[in-house]
């Protein structure tokens, strides 16, 4: 069982493709989770991704990471993670509705 989301990466570089390819060779779940450009392969159980990715990006401490990750229930479950030299930042979605507007009705 588990908890599935779907996640893709933006690598801020002149080399993305490459750092992709050394993240999805040396991590499983990466490999599963996304295609060679950084986006989204196949929903997938990745617990660890954010210490994962703190980690790694302490390997390129220059480049800004941006995941994003929309978890299976969707709605509010989903955030765009920053990471950059072992940092984070998570960035939840906020969902709002108007107010309401008597002139609107029809």
Known sequence: MGYYSNFSLGVYHADAGAIIADL????EYAHKAM???GCTQDST??????????EFSKKYP?????MTRQGESGGEDQCIYYF????KQECWAIITFPDFDHDKLE
């Open 24 to 27: 999805r060779e040396h991590n």
């Open 35 to 37: 295609d060679e450009a």
């Open 45 to 54: 159980k990745w617990y660890e991704m954010d210490e994962d990715m703190k």
């Open 62 to 66: 220059e480049v800004l990471f941006e």
């Open 84 to 87: 950059k030299n072992g940092k």
